[in-house]
């Protein structure tokens, strides 16, 4: 805007950018037009039309009790950073920053850490109850287990035959782990020994194993039966490091009907 002259033609004095001039009831704009200032419930709010949020839109500061502490915030402003009014170069500058040692924030920008991740909830084995289906059965399914008997009708009954020895590992309401334990009054079986990828190698699955096998000794069994298909290496190699050895025997199996 160009400056007013005087009737000798001589150019008047710009305006002071540091005055505010009332446009109207509660509201004043700086002299350099930079900085509007509006009465709230809260008190003087100022907006930066040079600097912006993070939205992009034009920074607000306050609120202020009195119009002298809004004009010394303004004050503060025009001796800060040069303004970044671009969204886009503001997220430039904050990756910059954040690859450096020392981060200064924009003037009037807030700071802000982000929340920790919150811990997950601790892994607790227990017996088998009602509901534990649904989830043990997504449990074989990550794992590739899938054999006649993971039916709820058939988990409950394997539960009440041997009471204490259907174990299941909960992380939240997740089934992360399993194992199996039957005695038939000469030998013990362990069946379905199993975790979530993401529990491997934990000693979760060791866990489970030495509390079946407990189970098993204290109602009097002498030698325990596990069943490792062909080709898995893995589970071969998991069981010998627990103790057990291949026997030199065959499986054979038929389903009954009915």
């Known amino acids: 805007m160009p400056a007013r002259s005087t009737k000798a033609g001589t150019p008047a004095t710009p305006p002071d950018p540091t005055k505010l001039k009332r446009e109207s009831a509660g509201r004043y ?3 350099d037009g930079r900085f509007s200032v509006e009465q709230s419930s809260g008190g003087w709010m100022v907006s930066d039309a040079e600097q912006s949020n993070e939205l992009g839109l034009p920074l607000v500061r306050g609120p202020f009790a009195t119009l002298d502490e809004a004009r010394a915030a303004m004050t503060v402003a025009r001796r800060g950073p040069a303004p970044i009014s671009s969204l886009t170069d503001r997220i430039a ?3 910059a920053g954040a690859r450096s040692t020392a981060t200064r ?3 009037g920008a807030a700071v802000t850490t982000p929340p920790p991740r919150p ?12 509901g534990d289906g649904p989830p043990l059965r997504a449990l074989w399914d990550a794992v590739g ?15 009440q035959r041997n009471p204490g020895m259907l174990l299941v590992a909960v992380r939240g309401t997740q089934a992360v782990g399993s194992a199996m334990g ?13 975790t979530m990828p993401d529990e491997r190698r934990s000693g979760l699955a060791t866990r489970l194993v030495r509390q079946i096998e407990a189970r098993l000794e204290a109602l009097g069994c002498k030698k325990v039966n596990v069943i490792v298909r062909d080709g898995n290496a893995d589970g071969a190699a998991f069981w010998e490091a ?3 050895s291949q026997a030199p025997a065959r499986q054979f199996g038929r389903e009954l009907s009915g």
């Open 242 to 244: 627990l103790g057990y």
């Open 119 to 130: 811990e997950p909830p601790p892994i607790v084995v227990r017996e088998y109850r009602s």
């Open 29 to 31: 704009v700086s002299g």
């Open 182 to 194: 039957g005695w038939d009054g000469r030998r013990g079986w362990i069946y379905h020994v199993a």
């Open 105 to 107: 924030a924009p003037a």
């Open 145 to 159: 287990f899938r054999s006649l008997g993971d039916d709820d009708a058939s988990l409950r009954a394997l539960a």
């Open 93 to 95: 500058a904050r990756r």
